[in-house]
């Protein structure tokens, strides 16, 4: 199970930091993903990094301004998110495949995904 939390309302500008716990099972060799959905439209990926190590990825619209991290001793995940703009507002879930050393073009495909947080919002507003 998957249990995201550190949503909320934000200015833009502003940052938040989400977080993805996870129980039940060990996160370490896991591939993670960030994903988000505004109302009305489709799910989109934010974030993601293989079970196997190395490389994080983010799409284009948050590179630079997102961070995605985890703290394998707390079973935790993070999404750290800088800079943020009203076109961030959306529903973020987090989601773990033990796929540890998924095919990178499908990083970003839900469908891979077997286990997904709840979502927490966020919304970007003045």
């Known amino acids: 199970q998957l249990q995201a939390s550190g949503g909320g309302l934000v200015q833009p500008g502003g940052s938040l930091r989400l977080s993805c716990a996870a129980s039940?099972?060990?996160?370490?060799?896991?591939?993670i993903g960030w994903f988000r959905q505004a109302p009305g439209t489709e799910r989109e990926w934010v974030s993601g990094?293989?079970?196997?190590?190395?490389?994080?990825y983010y799409a284009d619209s948050v590179k630079g301004r997102f961070t995605m991290s985890r703290d394998n001793a707390k079973n935790t995940v993070y999404l750290q998110m800088n800079s943020l703009e009203p076109e961030d507002t959306a529903v973020y879930f987090c989601?773990?495949?033990?796929?540890?050393?998924?095919?990178?073009?499908?990083?970003?495909?839900?469908?891979?995904?077997?286990?997904w947080g709840q979502g927490t919002l966020v919304t970007v507003s003045s």
């Open positions: 989601a773990a495949t033990s796929v540890w050393h998924i095919i990178l073009s499908r990083l970003g495909d839900g469908t891979q995904y077997d286990h």
């Open positions: 039940g099972f060990t996160l370490d060799y896991y591939t």
């Open positions: 990094r293989r079970g196997s190590g190395g490389t994080t």
